[in-house]
């Protein structure tokens, strides 16, 4: 079994500055902006706690195919694909066949950017700001997480003909 686990605090805190850096910017180009208006802010953190959860939930319904059937160690205790408390995101998939095991990092770092594009392109969305970039991000982040959930280090070997 394979899991990922993160800290709540560390997504929000990640997007906050993410669009600090980004509210900078747009407010040294247009005087008239002001930053908390351009940026994720305190205030904005129960709205990005329920998105957060929403990324979380399509994180989970894209690896549900290697979700199943998830035991503890002991192998008798049930365990759940997604998992969420007050500090942290727990996510647990089994090893699929032949897995490229060195594709476990790269998998880690693209569920944390697609969280994190996803927390940022909403709040955008919501404030009426310019949000398609983080949108772009969150849909290639999550291209790579299929991509890499997928690869394999040798052939599947099939048990029937395709033609």
């Known amino acids: 079994m394979i899991v990922f686990t993160y800290k709540l605090a560390d997504f929000l805190n990640n997007a906050q500055v993410i669009s600090m850096y980004r ?22 953190t129960a709205v990005l706690k329920s998105y957060l ?33 007050e500090t942290d ?7 699929p066949v032949s897995f490229k095991k060195s594709n476990i990092p790269v998998i880690d770092e693209s569920i944390k950017d697609s969280i994190i594009n996803y927390l940022i392109f909403r709040i955008n969305k919501n404030k009426g700001h310019n949000f398609e970039s983080f949108e772009d991000d969150y849909n290639r982040a ?14 599947v070997a099939r048990k029937y003909n395709l033609f």
């Open 23 to 44: 509210a900078t910017a747009l407010v040294q180009g247009k005087g008239e902006l002001h930053i908390d208006d351009a940026s994720i802010t305190f205030d904005d």
């Open 142 to 155: 999550n291209s790579s997480i299929l991509l890499y959930l997928n690869q394999r280090s040798k052939p």
């Open 53 to 85: 959860r929403l990324a979380s939930s399509f994180i989970v319904s894209m690896m549900s195919g290697y979700a199943k059937d998830l035991y503890d160690t002991d192998g008798t205790t049930p365990l759940e694909a997604f998992e969420t408390n």
């Open 89 to 95: 995101i727990i996510f647990r998939i089994n090893d």
